[in-house]
């Protein structure tokens, strides 16, 4: 087998011919800023990952490329199992725009025996988009694991309330959507929607516009 760094090459390549201006017009549409991106569609990035399977190396070398659709296929080849929370801190250091953080939160580190430890941890940070991981994190568990006990996404409520004044724009959307995760799982929806009840008659701003997007969502 080709060795991780000529696989990388090869597939850097692959990105190169298909992206597209317009496809890099369209990221900047939707605030997905990255240094350096060739406008691939994540579609096609899916296509080309599972090409490759499961291949951690693949996935270091990828990602250490610093290439936006690379890093983004990263998280269809890395293996959660050998995920480590060194690696996904430094991933998660690297976040410089939504959908990197949300890809890597929604397809490969809620998979991750870590996921919780790096939630708590996260959710502290000053940086907005490992601030987001922590709550895109916590959204994304509540979706896919369905042998969490609910009594630890109640617990989790504590978090989104201790972070919900939080007015930058991506903290405060990843709070929100980690408040409307959590909620529609059916043990966790009362206390969630006191929460959500709690902030929308908030004093403050923000956590009274991330109390009225849950409640519009859990109560549909």
Not at 65 to 78: D, K, N, P, Q, S
Not at 106 to 121: G, T, Y
Request: some cysteine.
């Amino acid at each position: 087998m080709a060795s991780a760094a000529n696989r990388t090459r090869a597939i850097l390549a692959t990105l190169e011919r298909k992206g597209t201006k317009r496809n890099r017009e369209g990221m900047a549409r939707y605030s997905i800023v990255a240094k350096k991106a060739y406008g691939v569609s994540v579609a096609d990035i899916r296509t080309i990952a599972k090409q490759h399977g499961r291949d951690m190396a693949l996935a270091r070398a990828l990602w250490n490329t610093g290439w936006y659709e690379a890093r983004m296929m990263a998280a269809f080849v890395a293996d959660p199992a050998r995920l480590t929370p060194a690696l996904m801190d430094t991933w998660a250091r690297g976040f410089d725009n939504w959908a990197i953080c949300d890809t890597m939160c929604f397809h490969l580190f809620d998979r991750s025996p870590h996921a919780w430890k790096q939630i708590a941890a996260w959710s502290r940070s000053r940086d907005e988009f490992v601030k987001r991981a922590a709550f895109a994190l916590l959204a994304s568990v509540a979706l896919h694991d369905k042998q969490a006990p609910d009594a630890r996404f109640v617990k989790s409520l504590t978090l989104i309330a201790r972070e919900a004044h939080d007015p930058r724009n991506f903290v405060k959307k990843g709070v929100s959507w980690a408040l409307r995760g959590v909620g529609h799982r059916k043990g966790v929806k009362p206390a969630a929607l006191a929460l959500a009840r709690t902030l929308a008659a908030s004093d403050d701003s923000t956590e009274r516009w991330i109390g009225k997007d849950a409640l519009r969502d859990l109560t549909r």
